[in-house]
């Protein structure tokens, strides 16, 4: 079991940058893909990055493809998600997710949710 704690939100102009973090809380935080989730108001929670157990593979949503990198740090229990190039449709809450063994895009897969941090991205 893991708890994810997201970190590293706040106010940011568009076409500038910031990073989240998320760190879990247990001993099998390698045992997990993780997935970051992002929802604007009114609208539905949706895909934005994943990362495979080991690191070796991410995948992306569209729309943010080329502009966020998620990367991982087993030894730290911690995913960040680098966020380049922000845009004003960036802005949401963002989410950490955590599934075992296998990554996956779609929200209701994922085993263990944190919080949510707040993005908002000001012209």
């Known amino acids: 079991q893991v708890q994810p704690v997201e970190s590293g939100g706040g106010l940011v102009q568009a076409g500038g940058s910031l990073r989240l973090s998320c760190t879990a809380s247990?001993?099998?935080?390698?045992?997990?893909?993780m997935g970051w989730f992002r929802q604007a108001p009114g609208k539905e929670r949706e895909f934005v990055a994943t990362?495979?157990?080991?690191?070796?593979?991410?995948y992306y949503a569209d729309s943010v493809k080329g502009r966020f990198t998620m990367s991982r740090d087993n030894a730290k229990n911690t995913v960040y998600l680098q966020m380049n190039s922000l845009k004003l449709e960036d802005t949401a809450v963002y989410f950490c997710?955590?599934?075992?063994?296998?990554?996956?895009?779609?929200?209701?897969?994922?085993?263990?949710w944190g919080q949510g941090t707040q993005v908002t991205v000001s012209s």
């Open positions: 997710a955590a599934r075992f063994r296998n990554w996956a895009s779609t929200p209701n897969l994922y085993d263990y």
């Open positions: 247990g001993r099998t935080f390698s045992n997990y893909a």
């Open positions: 990362i495979t157990t080991n690191g070796d593979s991410t």
